[in-house]
């Protein structure tokens, strides 16, 4: 449950980190590439753009990726919104590099963990940063966003924005050291009342007065967070966690590979073991590129011992990779010793 009063607070402080870039009232392009249904377009471009007076371009199919560009081409946009699997498909479109980014501030990304090869790109290509942020549904949903003062860092989600109060807690609800995992809990005025009509799962997710996001996260010296991963989504090998985004942000920097979730796969000696689920840029990659690739730049017990290839990856009406149902399509096909 979302209170206008959340989202109120949630415009209120995006606005202020927009304006924070240099962002002008009635100056600005939007480009809505998400459904406005979803709350990050709902709160980032919808309200954003209407409270700012800016301009606001709706794409209603991203997927096409041909239409896209196109329209794209047809304006001087100053921000575009994104996940990591859409600021990709542009990256890997062709004519994306002759669109016009002479009044492009920076590209927002959020939804999933965008990949520091995608970040890297976006920088080379556009000229500007690819500033990721962090949020859920259940606040409004921005936590935290890249500063745009010159402080970004790549490969974090940042700050937390203006009122709101981010800590890292162990199991037992002890707040971590600067450094080391912890669950993301947050404090602030665009936090849910609440699920409707379950106050048993309200309070699974409500600890003295912190929400507890299900994600894990590290906070480093200078205060910015990076999301490791879903606490739900880790692989267990030989008593080891292992976070599928890491492996994910080092297969997707092979210069062969489009597009790729890493799940885990039932293993008798070892719990589990990790499966790469790759598509393919280049026809020519194989399994055995992708593990000499891992060992190259992973610990040993972190690199795939399963790798397979599809066409495509499942994902969300927002672009999000859907580890959950790569793994039950994978299982239903694959049979692994121990399962």
């Keep these: 449950m979302l209170s206008h009063g959340n989202l109120v607070a949630n415009l209120l402080q995006v606005n202020t980190w927009m304006k924070s870039g240099g962002l002008k009232e009635g100056a600005e392009v939007y480009i809505t590439a998400l459904p406005i249904y979803h709350i990050f377009a709902l709160v980032a471009n919808v309200l954003g753009s209407v409270s700012s007076g800016s301009q606001n371009i709706l794409i ?44 492009l501030r920076f590209g927002f990304g959020g939804g999933m963990a965008v990949q520091n090869s995608v970040a890297e790109k976006w920088l080379e290509v556009t000229g500007t940063p690819l500033a990721e942020g962090y949020g859920l549904t259940e606040t409004s949903p921005v936590l935290t966003i890249n500063p745009l003062d010159g402080r970004h860092k790549m490969g974090t989600i940042g700050l937390p924005i203006s009122n709101t109060e981010i800590k890292n807690f162990d199991d037992d609800f002890v707040e971590v050291a600067v450094g080391d995992p912890g669950e993301l809990c947050a404090k602030g005025p665009q936090v849910m009342q609440g699920y409707y009509n379950r106050p048993e799962e309200t309070d699974n997710v409500m600890q003295e007065g912190w929400f507890k996001t299900g994600d894990v996260a590290i906070m480093d010296e200078e205060g910015f967070f990076k999301i490791v991963d879903r606490k739900k989504e880790m692989i267990l090998v030989s008593g080891f966690n292992v976070y599928p985004n890491e492996i994910e942000n080092v297969i997707s920097s092979h210069p062969k590979v489009l597009e790729v979730g890493v799940i885990g796969v039932p293993d008798p000696k070892s719990t589990e073991a990790v499966k790469a689920v790759v598509v393919k840029k280049d026809e020519t990659l194989n399994e055995a590129e992708i593990i000499a690739y891992c060992k190259e730049k992973l610990t040993g017990y972190k690199c795939p011992r399963h790798v397979s290839f599809i066409s495509e990856l499942p994902k969300s009406n927002v672009g999000k990779v859907l580890r959950r149902i790569i793994k039950e399509d994978d299982l239903k096909t694959h049979t692994y010793e121990g399962s």
């Excluded at 996940?83 to 590099?97: A, I, M, S, Y």
Aim: proline share 5%; aromatic share 12%; hydrophobic share 30%.
């Design 60 to 103: 209603t199919n991203p997927r096409d990726m041909d239409g896209f560009v196109k329209e794209l081409r047809k304006h001087k946009f100053t921000i575009l919104s994104g996940v990591n699997t859409l600021f990709n498909g542009l990256l890997n479109h062709p004519e994306f590099k002759n669109c016009d980014f002479s009044k």
